[in-house]
């Protein structure tokens, strides 16, 4: 019989081949064993490639496996189509390098295109930021700024339990996908790093977003052009500049924004509630067929806002009107306190009104009185108990 001490070293090496084997079976691919060290400081860009590449060119649904630790990566793309289903599982921080110019101006730091079938589970991400934003502010002479984790041509996506901090630019962009579930992930920024958005959409089909925290220099999700059926619910924002659909009207020949609902969201301190911005220029775009329903505003400065004279700098769009065409809004059980008298903001084109806006029981106050509202160029209807009394 063999001794105790036998049964144990068996036992300790069955446990040992057991993990390592983990980086050489055909389903899994674990960046340490493609040479990434996890200590923060080497360059690990080329190990995830290859881990990467690995796990792409299988045969069998595969995972590229981060464990924990510290990720020094420079900008990286990870390029399809995959033959497989393939998962992106973090357990450790993923690190940008602390000289912002080492991203140079690809405008990216962390890139995902025409993947399919693409799970993005867990993992932090640090940007590291701040240098940039320093740069930018004292005017010097900055690259364009890098989004830290962007998903271009992707279709069938999943990204669950994400951390992004201090994101040079936007943290997480969703851009020419379908069929997108983004939840449980924290974004976090200073509230004065500027255009630090959360999330941003654009160009896509079929995406939900659940279950966020969102705390940023600039909108907690940004909404563009080419948008239908986004469907937004149990978002904490703040500070940011709320859920933004806009800004429209960039270009003229723009496709619009339809289909989207936010519920059960709160608003901490946010410049912005939700709002609609579109710049007063000519455009074919369009917004319709929104819903904003069980939403709580904490001192919120603009908790209901349509702004469709958005010309920043009196540059591009001085003396025109938006062509944007806002209808069918619906604003229902909204409730909280404005940091402002005016809680409710309808500032709408005057050559292309809003049309079919409804509100609903709406009461938010200012000061522990009833707010104000005013309106320009719309039309609409108003029912329920209704604080400040609808200017509709």
């Known amino acids: 019989m063999a001794s105790l001490m036998e049964t144990i070293s068996w036992i300790i090496l069955f446990i040992t081949l057991l993990g390592s084997s983990d980086a050489s079976t055909p389903y899994r691919y674990n960046v340490i064993q493609f040479g990434a060290k996890p200590d923060g400081k080497s360059d690990s860009t080329g190990a995830f490639m290859k881990a990467w590449q690995s796990a792409c060119n299988s045969g069998k649904s595969s995972t590229v496996y981060v464990p924990k630790g510290r990720y020094l990566l420079k900008a990286t793309v990870f390029r399809g189509p995959c033959k497989k289903k393939i998962s992106f599982r973090i357990d450790g921080t993923l690190w940008a390098p602390t000289n912002y110019w080492q991203l140079g101006n690809l405008g990216y730091w962390i890139l995902f295109i025409k993947v399919n079938n693409l799970a993005v589970y867990g993992g932090n991400l640090d940007a590291k930021g701040a240098a940039f934003w320093a740069c930018r502010k004292y005017g010097k002479s900055c690259p364009v700024g890098a989004s830290s984790i962007t998903f271009n041509w992707v279709d069938n996506l999943e990204v669950s339990g994400l951390r992004a901090i201090n994101s040079q630019q936007t943290?997480?962009?969703?851009?020419?996908?379908?069929?997108?579930?983004?939840k449980n992930v924290k974004i976090t920024a200073p509230d004065d790093s500027p255009n630090t958005d959360g999330i941003h959409v654009q160009n896509s089909d079929r995406v939900t977003i659940t279950g966020s925290t969102l705390q940023t220099?600039?909108?907690?999700?940004?909404?563009g052009d080419a948008t239908y059926n986004l469907y937004m619910s149990t978002i904490k924002c703040g500070p940011g500049h709320g859920v933004s659909i806009g800004s429209l009207a960039k270009e003229r020949d723009e496709r619009g924004v339809q289909n989207v609902t936010l519920t059960n969201a709160v608003f901490s301190g946010s410049d912005n509630g939700v709002r609609i911005k579109s710049w007063a220029r000519a455009s074919k775009g369009f917004v319709k067929n929104i819903l904003f329903q069980n939403i709580i505003m904490k001192n919120v400065e603009n908790p209901i806002?349509?702004?469709?004279?958005?010309?920043?700098?009196?540059?591009?769009?001085?003396?025109?009107?938006?062509?944007?065409?806002i209808s069918d809004v619906?604003?229902?059980?909204i409730r909280g306190t404005s940091a402002t008298a005016e809680a409710v903001t309808f500032d709408c084109s005057p050559?292309?009104?809003?049309?079919?806006?409804?509100?609903?029981?709406?009461?938010?106050?200012?000061?522990n009185?009833?707010?104000?509202?005013?309106?320009?160029?719309?039309?609409?209807?108003?029912?329920?108990?209704?604080?400040?009394?609808?200017?509709?």
Do not use: F, W
Not at 171 to 182: D, F, R, T
Not at 217 to 223: E, L, R, V
Not at 369 to 392: D, M, Y
């Open 171 to 182: 943290h997480l962009v969703i851009n020419s996908c379908n069929n997108v579930l983004v």
């Open 217 to 223: 220099g600039d909108d907690c999700i940004s909404i």
């Open 305 to 325: 806002i349509i702004d469709q004279n958005y010309c920043p700098n009196n540059q591009g769009c001085p003396n025109q009107s938006s062509g944007v065409k």
């Open 330 to 333: 619906t604003y229902k059980n």
């Open 351 to 367: 050559s292309s009104p809003c049309q079919g806006i409804r509100l609903q029981d709406i009461n938010l106050t200012y000061m």
């Open 369 to 392: 009185k009833a707010a104000t509202s005013s309106c320009k160029h719309i039309g609409g209807t108003s029912t329920g108990n209704l604080v400040p009394e609808s200017c509709l």
